[in-house]
């Protein structure tokens, strides 16, 4: 290996230029393939880092995936005659017993659950009205279930523990309502409730309309205001790992039987959209190294043109075609980790210059920084494209090269 190393290193330094600029190419494809790629995945994970952390890894609701079966159903199963319009009983919707399904979550390890009513109510205040999403929670678990905690302006989830009384909105109400901290509301239910509520604190998430429909209070007082007491209609889970929602998802729904829909069955479209989305951005950027690849096909190609009367002589020394494609090879792999370990610093310039802008959208009250992913795989698909694009690109000619014969070439043959 030494030998051919040796020999390889001779044949590129005899072509310093045309080397060089094939070395550059491979730099400049590596640097751009790292930038974009973690660009890309930078702004995918921040965009799916959102989407879980603001929504719940598992909710169960209390229905089910599939509908219940009438007594008479039951009866007569299997039956030629068909029962229409069985009217299910009315029933108070929630989940029941949904103290024991929390205390079971609890014992879990990696999952943390807490019990929401979730209900419709009209907010009044100074004479105007607005209709609301009211979540009812222990005020205790919010912090480690949501992220409004985070998400917090004025007050803290504190507030609401030492004022069952209190509700915590969001900045959009606080704006159209001309509220401000500290105030009561009147909040009505469906059911005819009306109860005053004191706001002890203002969270921020940035998306308009959840500012703007959602507030948080004690479940105590939603099960009052919404006469449906000890209930529950909704479960939300958190998960150490969210990349197990799934199957985790599907082990609760077969225990409790309550439907339980994890964050990939939620938004899965969009998971689609995501893969051919990365695709599409692979494609394209490996683009780049291919493109720079043809520089060192062209190097190797004219290298083999050139070194006719060597390469007879190896053969005839006693050098065998595997030897002398080898040595091409060689050439390859030496402009692609040469490429690879400068176009890395390179890339990293670039994707810190790429970090360091900011930017602010229409619509947007704050600026925000591009992401930008630093994880080691950035790094390894970059090397391992280049390195790829390198080998296949001295492969050809140094197939071709292999393949001619010693005596053709020494007679002057063609």
């Not at 043809?294 to 006693?318: P, Q, W």
Request: avoid cysteine; charged fraction near 20%.
């Amino acid at each position: 290996m030494r030998l051919f190393l040796s020999i390889a290193l001779r044949h590129l330094l005899a072509r310093k230029r045309q080397s060089l600029v094939s070395l550059a190419g491979i730099i400049i494809g590596v640097g751009f393939f790292l930038a974009i790629s973690s660009l890309m995945q930078g702004s995918q994970k921040d965009f799916i880092k959102r989407l879980v952390d603001n929504a719940p890894h598992i909710t169960i609701s209390d229905t089910y995936r599939d509908p219940r079966l009438q007594p008479a159903e039951r009866v007569y199963a299997g039956s030629l005659v068909g029962i229409s319009r069985v009217k299910p009983l009315t029933e108070v919707r929630g989940i029941r017993g949904y103290r024991q399904i929390i205390e079971r979550l609890h014992g879990m390890p990696g999952v943390r659950s807490s019990a929401v009513l979730t209900g419709q109510a009209l907010l009044s205040f100074a004479g105007r009205d607005q209709n609301i999403v009211l979540n009812g929670m222990t005020p205790a678990e919010i912090r480690d279930i949501t992220t409004i905690e985070e998400n917090m302006k004025e007050g803290s989830i504190d507030d609401l523990i030492a004022n069952r009384n209190g509700i915590i909105v969001g900045t959009e109400l606080m704006r159209t309502m001309s509220l401000n901290i500290g105030e009561n509301v009147t909040l009505a239910a469906s059911t005819g409730q009306v109860h005053t509520f004191k706001i002890v604190g203002v969270f921020r998430t940035g998306r308009s309309d959840y500012d703007m429909n959602q507030a948080f209070a004690d479940i105590k007082k939603v099960q009052a205001i919404t006469n449906r007491s000890q209930r529950a209609n909704t479960i939300i889970i958190k998960l150490d790992d969210p990349n197990q929602s799934r199957e985790v998802a599907a082990d609760l729904e077969s225990s409790f039987g309550y439907k339980a829909v994890s964050w990939q069955e939620s938004f899965e479209d969009l998971m689609n959209t995501l893969v051919i989305r990365n695709v599409i951005m692979y494609s394209v950027v490996s683009a780049v190294l291919i493109v720079a690849a043809f520089g060192i096909y062209n190097v190797i190609s004219t290298i083999v043109l050139e070194k006719h009367r060597d390469i007879a002589i190896l053969k005839s020394m006693g050098f065998r075609a595997t030897d002398v494609r080898r040595i091409f090879v060689i050439q390859g792999l030496i402009l692609g980790v040469a490429g690879t370990l400068l176009g890395m610093p390179f890339g990293s310039v670039l994707m810190v210059a790429l970090s360091q802008v900011s930017m602010k959208p229409p619509g947007v009250t704050e600026a925000i920084n591009i992401p930008v992913d630093w994880s080691p795989v950035q790094f390894l698909i970059a090397a391992s494209f280049a390195m790829s694009a390198a080998f296949l690109a001295s492969w050809l000619p140094a197939r071709k090269g292999a393949r001619l014969l010693p005596v053709d070439i020494l007679r002057g043959g063609q």
